[in-house]
C-alpha cells in the first residue's frame, strides 16, 4: 500500500464516523508562548482543548505536520542514528471535543488497524495507564483495560507508567491517562527468542509505538493538583512514517516510499551507497564508515522535509527564536554531508523537486512555493560552507598556537558559539592531526549559554483565577475604541526580563491582539474609585485576548472603562492599510509571482516581506510609491466583510498568505482592486493615511526582499527633517541656490587633494626608506629593526613590502598614531617564519596590550589597533625578546 493510500485511507475511516477533515496547520505557531512549532497532532486544538472556542464540528480527522527540535519534545540527536525518530513527522489523528470518549476511540482504532489496514492481530501490543502513587494518587486505567480486552488477549495488555502512559501538554493545562499500540515487526525466529512484551517501550527499533490514544479528562494546575476537566476530550495521534513502515513490510522508516525516492537522489547526486541498516546506532562507540554514510544519508533526507516544510509555511532561517532553530537542522544537514558524503558544493536544494513530487498533492504549499524553497536553501548551504572553510583556517590557527596537545574547550565553544563551527566536527579534525579539547570546558561554556537562554525566556504562570464564571469573550475593537468592561479572569505571570506583571481577561473589550504582523495595542483602564492601570500590550493566546498590566484594579468585581490609546491605533491602521496598498503596487509594478512573506506593523513604521528575485531598482521603488500614493488620493473607502466565505472569498481573489491558520468564515478587507484576507485593523478611507513613503529597501534571504516605509505622521516628520537639513546644508554651502552643484564640487577637489596626499605620502616613506634600511640591525641572525614612524597603516604595509624584497631574513616593528589612535605594525620574512617558527600574528597580539588594543593578521605580516598610543614605546622595548 502506497503512503498517499495510506494517509487517504485513515481520513476516509474517521469521515465514515462522521469526523470532519481539516487541513494540516501551520508548523509554526504564532499565538502560543509556550510551543515554538506544532510538535503533536493536537497543537492546533488547544483553544478547543482549553474550553476557548468551540469547534464547528465535535469530531475531526487530520495529517498534521508536526517538527520536535527543541524543548521537551527533541529527537533532533536521535535522527540518523535509528530507524524511527525524525524532525518532521506526519501525525494522523482523529479528535473529540465532548463527544465520544474511550469505548469508541479504542474500538474504532482496533477497527482501522486489523480490518481496514489489515495489520496481524499477533504483532500488536497495547498498554493503559497502571496509576501512580505519588501526589497525583491515581488508579489505574481500568475503563480502558476492560475495552481492551474485548478486542485484545489480555497477556497482550501491558501496564504503563505514568512516563509513558499519562500525557500532559505541559507544566499546566488538560492531561490525562493514554493508551498506547506497539507493532513488533522483527522476523519469527527474534519473535521466538525474546518475548515482545519485554521490548515495548524500550527503544527496539522494531518494537515501536505506532498510534496513541489519549483520554483527556483532567487540568493540571499551577500548582501541581489534578481537576477533572467539564468536557472529555480524545486526542490519538498516529506516526504515519512508522505507519507506512509497516503496511509496507520493511523494517525501517526510511525503507518506505516516503524517504526512498529522496535517498536515491542523494545517492545520485554524492555517489554514495545507502545500504539500509536497520542497526540501532545511537548508542554505537565505533562507527563503520558505511555507518557513516548511511546516517549521513537519513539526516539530508530527514532534515530537507524539515526545512522545507517551515519555509512553505512562511518560516525563513534566521539567528532567533523559530528561525534559528531551523537554521541549525539545515546545517546539520551540510555539515553531515560535508564531513561524510564530501559535498563541498550546495546539494540539498537539489531535493526539493523529488519532495514537491512525491508530497505535493497532499500539501499543496510544497509545489506553490518551490522555487522560494530551493533559493532560500541553495543561499543558506553557500553561507554556510562558507563558514566551515573559515572554521577549517581558525581551527588550524588554534592548533598552531596551542602548546601541548589539547586545545581550550572555550575556544571550541567559541568556534561553534560565534562561527557556527560543530564541536563533532572540530573533534573529528582535532582527532585526526592528533589532538583533543578540553571537554569539562567546553560542557561549562555551554551550560552558562543554556542559563542565559532560560533567565531570559523563562516565563512563571500562575493558575487563572475566574472572575465571573461563564464569561465570554468579545471583540469590538473594529468599531469602537472604549467601552464598560468586566473582568472575567486573571493571572500573575512573572520573567526575569520584565519582572511581575498580570494578564486580564475582560467580556469584552476594544483593545486589538498582537496577530497577523500588527502590534497589539496599548491603552488605559479607568478604575471607579479613579484610580487608572495601563494596559501596556495586547496578546492572544489560544484564541483568548489577553490585557497586560503592571498593576491589579483594586475592586475585581467592578466595572471598568477600558480606553484604546487613539493615537497609537489610528497610526497603527494607516501603516496596515499602506502594507495592502503596498502588496497590491508590488504586484502590479513587478509581477504577479510576487507574494507576501511577512509583516510588522508598528504605529511608527511598516515593514513588509515578499518573494521577487532580485533587487528592487530605484525607478521600479518610485513607481511603487506612485501607485500607492495615487490610491491614497483617490480616497477609496473600506469595503469590509467580516463572515465572508472562505472559499468565496478566494474565488472573488482575496489574497491568502501560506502560514496562516484561517477557519472556514473569514474577513475580507476590500480598497479598490486590492482584496485580503484579513483580521486587523484599517482605516475606514485611504486619504486617512495621507502619504507613504518608503525608507529602504533590501535583501532578507534568497527571493526575499524587505521593504520599510512610513505614512501620515512620520511622513510629515520625515519630510520636515529632510527640509531642516537641507536648510542646514545650504548655509554651510554660502546659501548656494544649487546645492547639489556645490556639493560635487566640492568631492571633485577632494578627490583631488586626496590624490594629492597619497602622492606626497608614497614620496615621504621612499625618503624614509633609505634612512631606515641604515638602522636595520643583526641580531642572532636576523636582521631586525623597531621604530616609531610617522606614517598611515597603508604606507607601512608598503614600506615593510619593500624592505622585505631585500631580505630573507628580517623582522620589522613599527609603531605609529594616527588621530590620536596608535598602530603596530610587524613585518617577518616568510623563511623566517618557516626556519624559526616566528609570526606576526602572535606578535601583534601580544604586544597589542601596550597600546590596550588587539589585532592579527598573517605570520609574515600583521596589524594591531588601540587607544593608548603612549604605549607604543612599550611595545618596542618589549619585541626584542622575539629574536634573542
Not at 468579545?474 to 526575569?496: C, H, M, P, Q, W
Request: with cysteine.
Amino acid at each position: 500500500m502506497k503512503s498517499q493510500d495510506i494517509r487517504k485511507a485513515f481520513l476516509s475511516f474517521f469521515e465514515s464516523k462522521k469526523h470532519g477533515i481539516v487541513p494540516s496547520a501551520p508548523m509554526v505557531l504564532k499565538n502560543d508562548p509556550t510551543l515554538m512549532f506544532v510538535n503533536s497532532g493536537m497543537a492546533p486544538f488547544k483553544e478547543y482543548f482549553l474550553g476557548n472556542s468551540q469547534p464547528q464540528n465535535s469530531r475531526l480527522t487530520d495529517s498534521q505536520k508536526c517538527l520536535r527540535v527543541s524543548g521537551k519534545h527533541n529527537d533532533l540527536e536521535e535522527v540518523g542514528y535509528d530507524t524511527y525518530h525524525h524532525t518532521l513527522f506526519e501525525m494522523l489523528g482523529n479528535w473529540s471535543f465532548g463527544d465520544y470518549f474511550k469505548e469508541e476511540a479504542i474500538a474504532w482504532a482496533w477497527e482501522l488497524l486489523t480490518e481496514v489496514y489489515k495489520i496481524d492481530k499477533d504483532i500488536l501490543y497495547v498498554t493503559v495507564f497502571e496509576g501512580s502513587d505519588d501526589s497525583d494518587n491515581l488508579g489505574m486505567d481500568m475503563e480502558a483495560y476492560n475495552i481492551w480486552i474485548k478486542y485484545i488477549s489480555e497477556d497482550r495488555i501491558l501496564k504503563g507508567n505514568k512516563k509513558d502512559n499519562f500525557w500532559e501538554m505541559g507544566e499546566q493545562g488538560p492531561c490525562g491517562p493514554c493508551s498506547e499500540i506497539h507493532v513488533d515487526i522483527r522476523t519469527p525466529e527474534e519473535k521466538a527468542a525474546v518475548d515482545g512484551k519485554t521490548l515495548v517501550n524500550q527503544d527496539h527499533p522494531q518494537v515501536v509505538e505506532v498510534w496513541n490514544l489519549v483520554f483527556m479528562e483532567y487540568n493540571r494546575k499551577a500548582n501541581g493538583n489534578l481537576e477533572p476537566l467539564p468536557s472529555k476530550h480524545i486526542d490519538t495521534g498516529m506516526g504515519f512514517e512508522r505507519l507506512c513502515m509497516v503496511m509496507q513490510d520493511v523494517k525501517s522508516n526510511y525503507d518506505t516510499d516516503v524517504f526512498t525516492p529522496i535517498i536515491r537522489e542523494i545517492e545520485t547526486i554524492t555517489n554514495k551507497e545507502y545500504t539500509g541498516s536497520t542497526e540501532d546506532l545511537t548508542q554505537a562507540k565505533i562507527l563503520s564508515d558505511k555507518d557513516k554514510i548511511d546516517i549521513a544519508i537519513r539526516v539530508v533526507s530527514d532534515h530537507v522535509r524539515a526545512v522545507a516544510f517551515s519555509i512553505a509555511d512562511g518560516q525563513l532561517p534566521s539567528n532567533t527564536g523559530a528561525g534559528y532553530v531551523i537554521r541549525r537542522i539545515l546545517r546539520r544537514a551540510v555539515r553531515y554531508g560535508f564531513t561524510f558524503l564530501n559535498t563541498k558544493e550546495p546539494f540539498i536544494y537539489r531535493l526539493v523537486e523529488v519532495l514537491s513530487v512525491k508530497m505535493g498533492d497532499a500539501f499543496p504549499e510544497l509545489k506553490s512555493q518551490k522555487q522560494l524553497i530551493e533559493n532560500v536553501i541553495r543561499e543558506e548551504e553557500t553561507s554556510f560552507l562558507r563558514t566551515l572553510d573559515q572554521g577549517l583556517l581558525l581551527l588550524d590557527r588554534i592548533v598552531e598556537t596551542t602548546k601541548g596537545k589539547e586545545i581550550s574547550g572555550a575556544k571550541v565553544f567559541e568556534l561553534k558559539d560565534t562561527y557556527g563551527f560543530p564541536e563533532d566536527l572540530t573533534e573529528l579534525i582535532l582527532r585526526e592531526k592528533d589532538f583533543s579539547y578540553n571537554k569539562e570546558e567546553f560542557n561549562a561554556e555551554l551550560e552558562k549559554q543554556k542559563n542565559r537562554g532560560r533567565e531570559s525566556s523563562s516565563l512563571k504562570s500562575d493558575d487563572w483565577i475566574t472572575v465571573k464564571e461563564d464569561s465570554e469573550q468579545e471583540f469590538i475593537g473594529y468599531d469602537i475604541l472604549e467601552a464598560n468592561v468586566t473582568l472575567a479572569k486573571y493571572r500573575k505571570v512573572t520573567s526575569k526580563k520584565d519582572g511581575e506583571l498580570f494578564q486580564l481577561v475582560f467580556n469584552l473589550t476594544p483593545f486589538y491582539a498582537e496577530g497577523g504582523g500588527q502590534v497589539g495595542d496599548k491603552g488605559y483602564l479607568e478604575v471607579p474609585n479613579g484610580d487608572v492601570v495601563y494596559i501596556i500590550d495586547t496578546k492572544r493566546e489560544n484564541n483568548v485576548i489577553i490585557h497586560i498590566t503592571k498593576t491589579l484594579p483594586k475592586d475585581l468585581n467592578k466595572t471598568f472603562k477600558a480606553v484604546v490609546d487613539v493615537k497609537q491605533r489610528f497610526r497603527t491602521d494607516c501603516n496596515h492599510s499602506a502594507t495592502h496598498l503596498l502588496h497590491q503596487a508590488l504586484r502590479e509594478v513587478l509581477g504577479t509571482h510576487v507574494e507576501q512573506k511577512g509583516s510588522s506593523v508598528h504605529s511608527k513604521y511598516l515593514r513588509f516581506d515578499f518573494s521577487h528575485f532580485s533587487k528592487v531598482t530605484n525607478e521600479q521603488l518610485q513607481d511603487v510609491e506612485d501607485f500607492v500614493n495615487a490610491r491614497i488620493a483617490g480616497k477609496l473607502e473600506l469595503q469590509e466583510n467580516r463572515k465572508a466565505i472562505m472559499e468565496q472569498a478566494l474565488d472573488e481573489g482575496a489574497m491568502a498568505l501560506f502560514g496562516e491558520k484561517y477557519g472556514d468564515t473569514v474577513r475580507t478587507i476590500k480598497f479598490g482592486q486590492s482584496i485580503e484576507l484579513c483580521g486587523g485593523t484599517h482605516v475606514k478611507n485611504t486619504s486617512d493615511i495621507w502619504h507613504f513613503k518608503i525608507t529602504s529597501e533590501g535583501a532578507v534571504a534568497s527571493g526575499i526582499r524587505r521593504i520599510e516605509a512610513i505614512t501620515n505622521d512620520a511622513v510629515k516628520d520625515y519630510f520636515e527633517t529632510i527640509d531642516n537639513e537641507l536648510v542646514s546644508i545650504k548655509s554651510l554651502l554660502n546659501n548656494t541656490k544649487e546645492p547639489v552643484k556645490s556639493i560635487v564640487a566640492l568631492q571633485d577637489e577632494n578627490s583631488a587633494l586626496k590624490k594629492e596626499i597619497e602622492k606626497l605620502l608614497k614620496d615621504k616613506a621612499k625618503n624614509l626608506k633609505g634612512d631606515l634600511q641604515s638602522k636595520i640591525v643583526e641580531e642572532n641572525g636576523i636582521a631586525f629593526l623597531a621604530k616609531q614612524i610617522d606614517l598611515d597603516a597603508g604606507g607601512i604595509k608598503d614600506l615593510c613590502f619593500e624592505l622585505g624584497s631585500q631580505y630573507t631574513n628580517l623582522f620589522l616593528l613599527f609603531g605609529a598614531e594616527n588621530n590620536g589612535k596608535a598602530i603596530l605594525s610587524c613585518y617577518v620574512s616568510k623563511e623566517l617564519v618557516a626556519d624559526r617558527g616566528l609570526n606576526a600574528g602572535q606578535v601583534v597580539r601580544e604586544l597589542g596590550k601596550h597600546i590596550q588594543g588587539g589585532g592579527g593578521g598573517q605570520p609574515f605580516f600583521a596589524t594591531a589597533g588601540g587607544k593608548k598610543p603612549e604605549g607604543i614605546a612599550d611595545a618596542i622595548l618589549d619585541v626584542k625578546k622575539y629574536i634573542q
